[in-house]
């Protein structure tokens, strides 16, 4: 980050001097005031629930202009890297700063297609879940659970070890969240098969039996590619702060990484794209399109406790553009299948329509999100709701370890330890009758 001739002064009411802040600038975005000299100087903290104005790192990995609509990895745009890569460039991509050439995308797909078994005994593990757990719960497990196999990589300090982790991570996550399905559906697991392409091979190990052999559906496997794509990363999120936050303890990063899949189970975070299909389903059993006038209402009011799922954002105040995507690729996916009907999708498309003309969301600048559409795609090639989190995590596990990585990389990141205002009871004597 580069200083900027710009200073920031704090002054104060009651006389005291004014203290004089540096301020940095970085590639593009908001410039930061540095505040970590204030408690020391001033004696008081910042005070910032939520992080609406708090920059918690340095990153050069993905940019969002909220006010543009804007999303960069590593400076490509989002809509680029969609029509014209696949989810292992991408995943080279925010690893590693560049897109792979021919050879090392080569080396870098044969890398991760021979990490994708998981240890035998991962099976058995399995077995202590019920079949009707939630697949998060699951997967939360699975993921801190590969601590106790992989010891041989949980040196943080070691860079080679940083990047056996992160590449053991985005190989297992799809035979985890596979597995975590056919659990649930009381089928065997399927094994990885190492001719198929990365979002192929979790196809197969997602839908194929033991009883025939599993044809993988290219129109199904080009969407599925792309969503991973459009989950990839997404800057410091609630789940990338947990993740960063959580690693620098100096825990291992399967650790690390399973509080990620934690946080982002949250209906405000990534559950959002589960909550958003019930929330069409539920709408769509109730009336559908003639009852959108009345939900809106319900959603307009404060106290009905109803959220518009899918829809607003803590950055975009403007159109998510992986919303956008996402839209895209369904109208191409339910055409492929026959299912342009979709009741789901015209709904949602009714919903989107009534809520951008309407002043309850524009004033507060609330678009469609990734959520919004994600779910119905999903349904449409065949993944069970309940999965869609689960789905974004597996895709997200490329941001979350890279931006663990990034952290680890600097030689002065200190362990994330905030602080409050205690508003509680002062010092006080336990009675001594008690
Ligand atoms: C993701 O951070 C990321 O980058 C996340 C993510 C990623 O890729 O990692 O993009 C993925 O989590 C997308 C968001 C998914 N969540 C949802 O779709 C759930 C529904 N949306 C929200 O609950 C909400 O919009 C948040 C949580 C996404 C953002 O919340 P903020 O920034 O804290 O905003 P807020 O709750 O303070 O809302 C501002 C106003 C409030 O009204 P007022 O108090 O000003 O009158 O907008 C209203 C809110 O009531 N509002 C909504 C709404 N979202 C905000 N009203 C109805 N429906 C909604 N969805």
Same mark, same amino acid.
């Not at 044809?215 to 969407?223: H, T």
């Not at 709408?283 to 106290?303: P, R, S, T, W, Y």
């Given at each position: ?54 920059? !918690? ?24 890297? !969609? ?46 879940f019920?079949?009707?757990a939630h697949p998060m719960a699951v997967l939360t497990g699975l993921v801190g659970a ?27 996550m799809?035979?985890l969240v596979?597995m975590a399905y ?25 839908? !194929? ?48 990484i399973a509080?990620?899949v934690a946080?982002l189970w ?121 999965l869609?989190t689960a789905i974004?995590a597996l ?6 370890? !890279? ?32």
């Amino acid at each position: 980050m580069q200083l900027s001739d710009k200073k920031a002064t704090l002054s104060f009411s009651d006389g005291s001097a004014p203290i004089e802040f540096p301020v940095y600038k970085g590639t593009v975005g908001p410039d930061v005031i540095d505040i970590r000299k204030l408690y020391g100087q001033t004696d008081m903290f910042t005070y910032d629930p939520g992080f609406l104005s708090t920059a !918690a790192c340095e990153s050069g990995i993905t940019y969002i202009d909220g006010d543009k609509g804007e999303l960069l990895y590593r400076g490509y745009p989002i809509d680029q890297l !969609a029509q014209s890569c696949d989810f292992l460039d991408i995943c080279y991509l925010i690893l590693n700063g560049e897109l792979p050439d021919g050879n090392q995308k080569q080396e870098f797909d044969s890398l991760v297609t021979n990490h994708t078994m998981v240890h035998e005994q991962l099976r058995i593990f399995l077995q202590g879940f019920r079949r009707d757990a939630h697949p998060m719960a699951v997967l939360t497990g699975l993921v801190g659970a590969l601590s106790a196999f992989y010891h041989d990589s949980t040196d943080i300090t070691n860079p080679h070890h940083r990047h056996v982790s992160a590449i053991r991570l985005i190989a297992k996550m799809p035979t985890l969240v596979a597995m975590a399905y056919k659990h649930s559906q009381g089928q065997p697991f399927i094994y990885p098969k190492n001719d198929l392409s990365y979002t192929g091979n979790f196809l197969r190990m997602m839908f !194929a039996t033991p009883c025939e052999d599993y044809k993988v559906n290219e129109v199904v496997e080009r969407a599925l590619d792309r969503i991973f794509i459009l989950h990839a990363d997404h800057e410091q999120n609630a789940s990338t702060s947990t993740v960063r936050l959580c690693g620098s303890s100096g825990t291992n990063p399967f650790a690390a990484i399973a509080a990620g899949v934690a946080c982002l189970w949250g209906p405000a975070h990534g559950g959002a794209n589960e909550a958003c299909l019930q929330m069409l389903e539920e709408l769509q059993a109730n009336g559908g399109i003639e009852k959108v006038g009345e939900f809106m209402e319900k959603v307009k009011d404060k106290n009905s406790g109803v959220r518009l799922m899918g829809f607003g954002h803590r950055v975009y105040k403007n159109y998510d553009p992986r919303a956008k995507l996402m839209q895209e690729t369904c109208k191409e996916v339910l055409a492929a299948l026959g299912l342009e009907n979709d009741p789901l999708f015209k709904l949602a498309m009714e919903l989107e329509r009534i809520a951008l003309e309407d002043p309850y969301f524009v004033q507060r600048k609330l678009y469609p999100n990734v959520d919004f559409y994600s779910g119905i795609v999903q349904r449409a090639i065949g993944i069970p709701t309940s999965l869609f989190t689960a789905i974004f995590a597996l895709a997200r596990t490329v941001g979350w370890i !890279a931006q663990w990585n990034e952290m680890l990389s600097d030689p002065d990141y200190k362990i994330g330890r905030p602080r409050q205002l205690y508003t509680g009871q002062q010092s006080r004597e336990v009675p001594s009758k008690r």
